[in-house]
């Protein structure tokens, strides 16, 4: 007599073989996130990860793909009790916008309105699913689009571009009617930054990280979070040292690094795009280097709670987490920061001490003027006379 002792042998064994299959993906997908991805995803799933990283595509759009794959795997499963076929009938799109995208004011009425209580309860319990209200549409499109982008690669086409979808999107985007959240309310400028860097000016091996890795994600042009967590010793280069006034031969020589990005989320491998590092921030990463033994692979590291450091690469939501521990430890409202804040926050101290924005876009490597120019406008408006007519 057999006794069902939860999921199947046969099933264990192949969430463990995607798991070690994933492993092989180690510099790209998420570590934390493996076992879950592993037990989420299908065969199929992860052979066409690994055949996109094999055609080199980038490390943040695989990581973004392998994490959306996942919540519309685990979405499916739940809507649906069947795993997410391919290629996707109409039916099934309109239904996860459905999910995705409602009014507040209906579902107020109507508690059957949007995603079922059900499916969001198996989300959450699965810790996909955080937001309360309905999804950022930005969010529904980008899922949408990784739906697409996937089913294109599996040598299939879908109803992606099917008029009744786009319908759904347009309507359910003015019924949900949720207002534009900014990435970080708040830029962290130098004065910010400081009181960041004094909250971690201790000698554990953590406060010289979290110094580092501050001091680097902002003077190398507000570097983004996952920018930051991918950084490479290997990418590091030194360059011969600058002057502290490039116009006096006789001011200190100031060291100076050069940092690859390679392909980011404006630019492309092929650009081999890089910025540099000089000063204090060079002196502050090569602290940390030598501090941490690190002469190879990732730079920014896990720490556990005893000070042991880790061989893996931080992530970048644990970027993130930094900062804001780091915003309560200096007396500032976390909820008020976030690691764009770092990104804002470079491009609003340039433009409020008059740096070209040519010059600073060199540095952040911002390919629209458009959105640099944003912050700029705004540190010309708030120092201008316009709004000092009347004081």
């Not at 076992?35 to 065969?43: F, M």
């Not at 107020?108 to 699913?129: K, S």
């Not at 980011?264 to 491998?269: G, N």
Request: aromatic residues 4%; proline residues 6%.
């Amino acid at each position: 007599m057999m006794t069902d002792h939860g999921p199947s042998t046969s099933a264990t064994e192949a969430t463990h073989r995607r798991a070690e299959e994933l492993d092989a993906l180690d510099a790209i997908l998420p570590f934390d996130r493996r076992d879950q991805l592993a037990a989420l995803l299908t065969d199929e799933d992860v052979a066409t990860l690994k055949h996109l990283a094999g055609e080199g595509m980038g490390k943040n759009t695989l990581r973004a793909l392998a994490s959306d794959l996942g919540y519309l795997e685990a979405w499916c499963r739940l809507a649906t009790g069947a795993p997410l076929p391919w290629p996707a009938p109409e039916a099934l799109l309109l239904k996860f916008v459905a999910h995705h995208l409602w009014d507040p004011a209906k579902r107020a009425e109507d508690p059957t309105h949007g995603m079922p209580a059900d499916v969001e309860a198996g989300m959450r319990a699965e810790r996909l699913l955080r937001a309360s209200g309905p999804h950022a549409p930005g969010t529904v499109r980008r899922r949408l689009t990784t739906w697409s982008i996937l089913t294109r690669w599996r040598g299939m086409t879908g109803d992606f571009g099917a008029p009744s979808l786009k319908s759904a999107l347009r309507l359910a985007v003015k019924a949900s009617s949720r207002p534009r959240q900014r990435k970080s309310k708040k830029a962290v400028t130098v004065d910010v930054l400081v009181e960041l860097l004094n909250a971690c000016a201790g000698d554990r091996l953590v406060d010289r990280r979290d110094r580092a890795l501050l001091l680097t994600a902002f003077a190398a042009g507000g570097r983004r979070r996952s920018e930051v967590a991918a950084l490479r010793v290997e990418d590091l280069t030194d360059e011969e040292p600058v002057r502290a006034d490039p116009a006096d031969k006789n001011s200190p020589p100031l060291p100076c690094l050069s940092i690859r990005l390679g392909r980011t989320k404006t630019t492309t491998a092929d650009d081999d795009a890089h910025v540099l590092l000089i000063g204090r921030p060079v002196s502050a990463l090569k602290h940390w280097l030598a501090e941490a033994a690190i002469q190879e692979g990732p730079v920014f590291r896990r720490i556990d709670q005893w000070g042991n450091l880790d061989r893996r690469a931080l992530t970048p939501q644990s970027v993130n987490l930094i900062l804001k521990r780091r915003c309560r430890q200096a007396g500032l409202d976390a909820e008020k920061f976030s690691a764009h804040g770092l990104r804002s926050g470079y491009l609003t101290e340039a433009a409020n001490r008059g740096i070209p924005l040519p010059e600073a876009m060199q540095q952040s490597l911002h390919k629209s003027v458009t959105q640099a120019a944003s912050y700029y406008n705004n540190a010309e408006r708030k120092n201008g006379r316009a709004a000092r007519l009347i004081v």
